[in-house]
């Protein structure tokens, strides 16, 4: 391949995949964003004894924002809590206000640190990193006390044991929230009440999530986050956290099949379900409280409960790692594309393959570095009998020069005769001026794909490679104007040059030098430089990204010296070339 292409494919990468989203949001467009939701009407304005077709409808409404600071060892010491521990997360459940609000996820670290300890992903209210989901009733049209205390059956939910956390209020109803979890990140949340009062009871289940987006990650064109759902079928995820405050609250319309934040790498959802007299969703949709806190919330339709009677329905949570095993088996199972909470894109077609083939490599070989460097030579490889076309096209171009010279120059009033002339020649001499083109074209959307996947794959996280390489997923550590850390500054992004930038550069370069060389004397000028610059650009990328290009430049400059041994009076006309076009740029 002629790797002077590879300069235009980062260009035209980049436009392709704008261009190629703009037409797929035309042609298959997202959920449509809704109006604000209103806030619903007043219970005083129903009438008291409706049934539940007419049912008031309850409002979780906007907490106060004046919230107690809460230390986190403190809140975790509490007696009130029961714990959970499974093969992948451990933490605990509050009774007061039955919630979700300590999980630890065993297999992940918050740095590349061994002993820097699990990744946190709930925190109870009030802590610096709260986040947590709440399941809870409103009767009558007033949610049912957050500070409430339940009692629970169990000291410990895991796989094999489920708990059920049970309350009874004064007007004799029972509520229940049976808890059960499987071996990975799913909690299935089963709510029921039971009337066991003189009078009818109107009942509204339903589960929240609300956060702090002060830990959140930084929401990008290659990754979101902020709040997220499927509804009506429908992927949705339109808006970050500061354009949700600016619009207050948002109700996605559609029926939800899941909703809830994501992160780069972490993802907590409520997936409404089923029950045996399970009311319908009534609403669904976040809401901004104010300063840095956010919501999801799930609101079932009331029901009206006579003296003895029940109600159940079922809400599933996920808290955990955005796995693409994992979130496709769930989707499997009946979540309507649950795997898309990783943010694949257009290019999923290719960047669950290109994952599928570093996780395949590195259960070879044990190391994602290496595994990067035998997908990059499997990609040239495929590429290869493209790439020696076009180096044949490229011989034949050079061969028949003069006569397009000698075209040029007759047919130079005449552009229409010219260009027809041109294409005879092509035609006559079987050439194809744009074949040296093809493998330029296919590895634009493998570069991206490969780029979306250290971003996004979890399975790619706190990766190392050799030496001071200890996560491919994040840029090169290495610093050559602190001496690799050796100075006691930090340099600034721009100039972060670490060893992978600098081979970057010095391998395309010498790909340039194998090149034919440009007629043009600026356009000389602007090769010369070009390696260097993009050695700056590209310096802040992950680590393995950088990996795939240099080892991409490495086997371009074998495959360049390979093919000039099979048309070797190729590489003599360029030297040629080479040689008039530096005494042009000489005078």
Partial sequence: ???????????????????????????????????????????????????????????????????????????????NRIAIDTPRIAGSINLVGARIDDIVLKDYRETVKKDSGPVRLLAPEGTPGQYFAEFGFITGGVRQPA?????????????????????TDAAGITYRVRLAVDKDYMITATQSAGNGGAAAAIIQPFALIKRTSANASIDQFVTHSGPVGVFGGTLWDPHSYAELAEIGAERPAGDPAWLGFVDQYWLVALVPGGGRTAPKVAEAGFRALGGDLFRADLLYNAVTLPPGGTSETQTRLYAGAKESATLDRYEDSGITYFGKAISWGWFEIL??????????????????????????????????????????????????????????????????RLQQEMMKLYKDEGVNPLSGCLPMLIQIPVFFALYKVLVLAIEMRHQPFFGWIRDLSA?????????????????????????????????????????????????????????????????????????????????????????????????????AAAAKGGGKAGR
């Fill in 475 to 575: 840029p090169d550590p290495a610093h050559i104007l602190n001496l690799f850390g050796l100075l006691p500054y930090d340099v600034p992004g721009f100039l972060a040059i670490g060893p992978l930038a600098l081979l970057l550069g010095i391998t395309m370069w010498l790909t340039f030098k194998l090149n034919p060389a440009a007629v043009d004397p600026v356009q000389q000028q602007m090769f010369a430089i070009m390696p260097w610059v993009l050695m700056f650009v590209m310096a802040p990328f992950a680590a393995g990204l950088l990996l795939y290009w240099v080892t991409s430049n490495i086997l371009t400059l074998a495959q360049q010296s390979y093919l000039y041994s099979r048309h070797p009076q190729l590489k003599a006309a360029n030297a």
């Fill in 147 to 167: 500070n409430a205390l339940w009692q629970a059956d169990g000291t410990r939910l895991t796989p094999e044991t489920p708990v059920t956390l049970t309350r």
């Fill in 351 to 416: 960047e669950k393959p290109i994952l599928w083939l570093l996780l395949s490599l590195n259960s070879l070989v044990g190391n994602f570095g290496v595994a990067i460097i035998l997908l990059t030579v499997i990609i040239r490889a495929a590429v290869f009998p493209i790439a020696q076309k076009g180096f044949a096209s490229m011989a034949a171009m050079k061969a028949i020069q003069p006569r397009m010279q000698e075209l040029q120059e007759r047919f130079k009033d005449d552009k229409p």
């Fill in 1 to 79: 391949m002629d790797n002077r292409n590879l300069l235009l494919a980062v260009v035209l990468s980049g436009l392709l995949i704008l261009g190629w989203d703009a037409a797929m949001r035309y042609f298959y467009p997202e959920a449509a964003v809704t109006a604000p939701a209103e806030a619903p009407a007043s219970p005083a304005a129903k009438p008291a004894g409706a049934a539940a077709a007419t049912a008031p409808s309850g409002d979780l409404g906007n907490e106060a924002q004046g919230q107690r600071k809460v230390d986190l060892k403190a809140a975790l010491a509490s007696p």
